[in-house]
């Protein structure tokens, strides 16, 4: 499948747009359009002055508010944008990007007292006449109060019989217009794409469109008054809202789901754009930004990569790290670069050699058409000056929260301190651990960290793609082989990551309010929660013990790879959570804290929790090795004590658990025999790396 001419997908993130805005357009662009275009936020002061129309496939402009744009834009912003437009460009306008992109903008028209009318002409006009609003009134800034499940009727005669639209689906509205006589302006461009069912708060003339097109020149606009890019899937329904029934809100989006995504797969081809038709697409790969609470680290790093001689320019003259598995080039924070993007994009198509999977330019791929997303270059942007990311280039993840919630845990902390980010990566182990070279030069406790991660090829065209709301995260540690042999085996590092998991979610806040949340650990790398739907056990006390280590369900893994080199072990310690996601195969911290009425988690408060229990436990294991202490603190989170389990790999022999070795961390297990008072004494000792517990069978298996 060939790169689109123009493989960019701009979404406006300055004056005027929300971050919630901002970040619910991100995540659905990436996965509709991926990977086949990059989707990147664009700040006001590059829409001005920057070229980026030729390699702008599509320009979105975001809920929020149109006086901010108007701020920023009217005149030479706005000329521009037309420009584009008329040039062959596409144009989508959500809620007030559609306001904004009428020829006149009536909001909340009498409301002047209560600072919320808005009303004036404006200067794109690709829809003739007013946006009108509210469509549905109880419209509260910065809230959910007047959210509802509109639902729509959708104009089948407007699109073309290759393309499958729902008959009506039910879209997220809040704040948005309605286009005043829409179907009286057919002649000059203008197609109703979907009208709203229920009664209006205001005047609409003919008809009741809630979302049109309009022809504008070679390109054209889509304007929308709900918002289609909401997913319910991505709504928190305990989330405070200042709604009176948020929940059921968000409970009817859910249901419409495939309606929203099929709706928005049809207004995205109308506008020309390459749509995934996979039912679950994957998503493009995002920009990473290096960055850290204090900037001169960032600087002090990039200078030693150049004294290392790792740095090298390519053949645009870019900085280039070439890594064993990935290559990175280098950017400075607060450009735009278009020509560099499509770099990160799957080349053109080409003939196919005999067996099919090598292309006449070089580039693997296979019979799914997905790309090798290793050999993509990954952009990396430099945060070397005084500034963090910004929250709306990053709208999944707040810098700055992070680093002040890093700080407020420990002052002095090393874990974190910098940080590589980015929205949708392969996977952040993978990045590390895969390209050696550049692990070598990088800095205890740097932690890579992801929103979304792309890991890999399953079987047959099958993508893992991590749901939003997951926390993930991989550490660089250092521990030397003097240590390891000695008092602090490199064994227990696993297990103090999970501790440090555990301690990262039960002192979360320092009022206590979590320390009661029912986490433990599962042998030897993976983190339980107590479902909450959990139906309640048996009054045996034994039966009591098993019914709830059936009712805990996997809410996140410890993944730890090492390598040698110069007298120490370099370790990626890898960690990921189930952390805020409302549509988990099992559950997540997010059902659990509501189950509990205790305060939501935040990503980047509880990635620096753990990141400071982990440095807390991993300093003191260096002093005193695996002592009673540890011992103590480990047993009391795990779920093994006593059990009975069925040893496959000593021939089906039955043994109660009893703990591990303070020496090198091994399983420890006691042969039993039915009908026998006592144990026999024999006595096993398990190595982690060649088994694994399926606690839920009491079946200790080896890995395959």
């Given at each position: 499948m060939a790169t689109p001419k123009r493989p960019n997908i701009l979404i406006y993130s300055g004056p005027g747009s929300?971050?919630?805005?901002?970040?619910?357009?991100?995540?659905?662009?990436?996965?509709?359009?991926?990977?086949?275009?990059?989707?990147?936020?664009?700040?006001?002061?590059?829409?001005?002055?920057?070229?980026?129309?030729?390699?702008?496939?599509?320009?979105?402009?975001?809920?929020?508010?149109?006086?901010?744009?108007?701020?920023?834009?009217?005149?030479?912003?706005?000329?521009?944008?037309?420009?584009?437009?008329q040039a062959g460009g596409a144009y989508l306008g959500l809620c007030a990007g559609g306001y904004y992109g009428c020829g006149r903008c009536e909001f909340e028209v009498g409301r002047v007292r209560e600072g919320m009318e808005v009303v004036g002409e404006r200067e794109l006009r690709f829809f003739p006449g007013s946006c009108r609003g509210l469509a549905f009134g109880g419209f509260v800034y910065h809230s959910e109060a007047g959210a509802r499940a509109a639902e729509v009727v959708v104009n089948s005669s407007a699109w073309t019989n290759a393309i499958a639209v729902p008959e009506r689906l039910k879209v997220y509205y809040n704040g948005g217009g309605v286009f005043v006589d829409a179907e009286k302006f057919a002649e000059k461009g203008v197609e109703v794409l979907a009208?709203?069912?229920?009664?209006?708060?205001?005047?609409?003339?003919?008809?009741?469109?809630?979302?049109?097109?309009?022809?504008?020149?070679?390109?054209?606009?889509?304007?929308?008054?709900?918002?289609?890019?909401?997913?319910?899937?991505?709504?928190?329904?305990?989330?405070?809202?200042?709604?009176?029934?948020?929940?059921?809100?968000?409970?009817?989006?859910?249901?419409?789901?495939?309606?929203?995504?099929?709706?928005?797969?049809?207004?995205?081809?109308?506008?020309?754009?390459?749509v995934s038709q996979e039912?679950?697409?994957?998503?493009?790969?995002?920009?990473?930004?290096?960055?850290?609470?204090?900037?001169?680290?960032?600087?002090?790093?990039?200078?030693?990569?150049?004294?290392?001689?790792?740095?090298?320019?390519?053949?645009?003259?870019?900085?280039?790290?070439?890594?064993?598995?990935?290559?990175?080039?280098?950017?400075?924070?607060?450009?735009?670069?278009?020509?560099?993007?499509?770099?990160?994009?799957?080349?053109?198509?080409?003939?196919?050699?005999?067996?099919?999977?090598?292309?006449?330019?070089?580039?693997?791929?296979?019979?799914?058409?997905?790309?090798?997303?290793?050999?993509?270059?990954?952009?990396?942007?430099?945060?070397?000056?005084?500034?963090?990311?910004?929250?709306?280039?990053?709208?999944?993840?707040?810098?700055?929260?992070?680093?002040?919630h890093l700080k407020s845990y420990d002052s002095h902390s090393t874990f974190g301190q910098t940080l590589l980010y980015g929205e949708v990566v392969t996977s952040t182990s993978t990045l590390l651990e895969k390209n050696p070279t550049l692990l070598s030069h990088l800095p205890t406790g740097l932690t890579a960290t992801a929103t979304t991660q792309v890991?890999?090829?399953?079987?047959?065209?099958?993508?893992?793609?991590?749901?939003?709301?997951?926390?993930?995260f991989s550490t660089v540690l250092r521990h030397s082989l003097t240590l390891s042999n000695t008092t602090a085996p490199v064994v227990f590092v696993q297990y103090l990551a999970a501790m440090a998991t555990v301690a990262g979610i039960q002192q979360y806040a320092r009022k206590g309010e979590y320390d009661r949340l029912p986490i433990k650990l599962k042998w030897p790398n993976d983190v339980?929660?107590?479902?909450?739907?959990?139906?309640?056990?048996?009054?045996?006390?034994?039966?009591?013990?098993?019914?709830?280590?059936?009712?805990?369900?996997?809410?996140?893994g410890i993944l730890v790879n090492s390598s040698y080199a110069g007298g120490d072990y370099t370790l990626v310690v890898g960690i990921g959570i189930n952390a805020l996601n409302t549509a988990s195969p099992t559950t997540s911290l997010s059902h659990l804290a509501s189950a509990h009425k205790t305060p939501a988690f935040t990503l980047e408060k509880l990635l620096a929790s753990i990141l400071t229990q982990f440095e807390t436990l991993y300093t003191r294991f260096c002093r005193t090795g695996w002592d009673a202490q540890f011992e103590e603190?480990?047993?009391?989170?795990?779920?093994?004590?006593?059990?009975?389990?069925?040893?496959?790999?000593?021939?089906?022999?039955?043994?109660?658990?009893?703990?591990?070795?303070?020496?090198?961390?091994?399983?420890?297990?006691?042969?039993?025999?039915?009908?026998?008072?006592?144990?026999?004494?024999?006595?096993?000792?398990?190595?982690?790396?060649?088994?694994?517990?399926?606690?839920?069978?009491?079946?200790?298996?080896?890995?395959?």
């Open positions: 929300t971050l919630s805005s901002v970040r619910h357009a991100t995540y659905p662009l990436r996965r509709l359009l991926g990977p086949h275009h990059a989707v990147l936020p664009i700040t006001a002061e590059q829409l001005l002055r920057e070229p980026w129309q030729a390699s702008c496939a599509l320009l979105v402009m975001p809920g929020g508010a149109d006086l901010g744009y108007c701020r920023s834009f009217n005149g030479e912003g706005n000329r521009r944008i037309k420009q584009y437009v009208s709203y069912t229920d009664e209006l708060d205001v005047e609409s003339g003919a008809g009741k469109a809630a979302v049109v097109y309009c022809k504008v020149g070679e390109g054209g606009a889509i304007l929308t008054g709900p918002h289609p890019e909401f997913s319910g899937t991505n709504l928190n329904p305990n989330e405070p809202s200042g709604h009176h029934d948020y929940a059921s809100v968000v409970s009817a989006l859910v249901a419409d789901e495939k309606h929203r995504v099929a709706f928005m797969k049809a207004c995205l081809t109308k506008l020309g754009l390459q039912s679950e697409a994957v998503p493009s790969l995002s920009r990473l930004h290096l960055s850290s609470a204090h900037p001169s680290l960032v600087a002090e790093l990039v200078h030693s990569w150049h004294e290392a001689g790792i740095v090298s320019k390519d053949d645009d003259e870019r900085d280039t790290i070439k890594g064993e598995n990935d290559t990175f080039i280098l950017e400075q924070a607060g450009r735009l670069s278009m020509a560099e993007v499509k770099a990160a994009l799957p080349p053109p198509s080409a003939p196919q050699s005999e067996d099919g999977n090598t292309q006449a330019d070089g580039s693997s791929s296979d019979d799914t058409g997905l790309p090798d997303y290793n050999a993509l270059p990954k952009h990396v942007v430099l945060h070397e000056d005084n500034s963090l990311p910004d929250s709306k280039a990053t709208p999944y993840f707040n810098h700055s929260a992070f680093y002040s890991a890999g090829r399953g079987r047959g065209s099958n993508v893992w793609v991590s749901p939003p709301g997951s926390l993930m339980y929660a107590l479902n909450p739907h959990a139906a309640a056990t048996t009054s045996s006390s034994t039966k009591k013990a098993e019914g709830e280590r059936d009712n805990y369900v996997k809410i996140g603190r480990y047993y009391a989170s795990w779920l093994h004590t006593d059990q009975v389990v069925m040893l496959e790999t000593e021939g089906g022999a039955k043994a109660r658990i009893k703990g591990i070795t303070r020496d090198w961390g091994l399983l420890v297990a006691e042969e039993v025999v039915e009908g026998r008072a006592r144990d026999t004494g024999r006595r096993f000792e398990l190595q982690s790396d060649s088994n694994s517990f399926d606690f839920f069978k009491g079946l200790l298996k080896r890995k395959v």
